[in-house]
Every structure is written in C-alpha cells, then in structure tokens.
C-alpha cells in the first residue's frame, strides 16, 4: 500500500499561469494528463519548438511580433505518480483533464 503512495519518478512539465485557474500545466496529452518530459532540457526545445513556430507565423503575417517572441510558459520539476497525476514542490497536484 505504501508503494501506491509514492511518485513513480521525477519529470518536468511545462507550467502556464492562467487568470481563471492559476497555475496550470500548459499542454495535456492524448489522454488529457499533463504532458511531461524526462529532461529539463527536452522541455526547454518544446518551448523553443513553439517559439519558432510563433516566429514563423509572425514572419508569414498571421501573428503581430510581440505576440510572436512573447511566452508565458515555464518550466517545474514534477513528481510523477501512479495514475499518471504529476504534483509539484508546494504540493499541488494536477491530474487528467475532463
């Protein structure tokens, strides 16, 4: 019983702060849990990832430039527990999305 308590590893996610609901995992997956990454860094090139395309689509005349190099996504380390919830350092937990 002990072992369903604990995270099964540590990840990171990528966090937005969002006016209604606060901090929020800003991307879920197919399955509507929070997407997550094995390294800090393979979060970071998501973020890169969306950038360019931000850029790309400001450089094709479908985004205004500030709206184009501005992000507020961040990154958190993340435990990752059992049913696949992730929680972070200050004890919130965010599971699947309804």
């Known amino acids: 019983m002990?072992?369903?308590?604990q995270p099964t590893?540590?990840?990171?996610?990528?966090?937005?702060q969002t006016i209604c609901e606060g901090l929020v995992p800003a991307w879920y997956d197919e399955n509507n849990f929070p997407v997550?990454?094995?390294?800090e860094l393979?979060?970071?090139?998501?973020?890169?990832?969306?950038l360019m395309e931000h850029l790309q689509q400001f450089v094709a005349g479908e985004r205004d430039f500030e709206g184009a190099i501005i992000t507020d996504d961040f990154i958190l380390p993340v435990d990752v527990w059992p049913?696949?919830?992730?929680s972070i350092e200050d004890g919130s937990t965010f599971g699947k999305r309804s």
Request: aromatic share 10%; net charge negative.
């Open 2 to 5: 002990l072992a369903a308590r």
């Open 9 to 16: 590893r540590s990840a990171y996610a990528i966090f937005t």
């Open 36 to 39: 997550i990454y094995a390294t």
């Open 42 to 50: 393979e979060a970071q090139r998501e973020i890169a990832d969306d």
């Open 83 to 86: 049913d696949g919830s992730i």
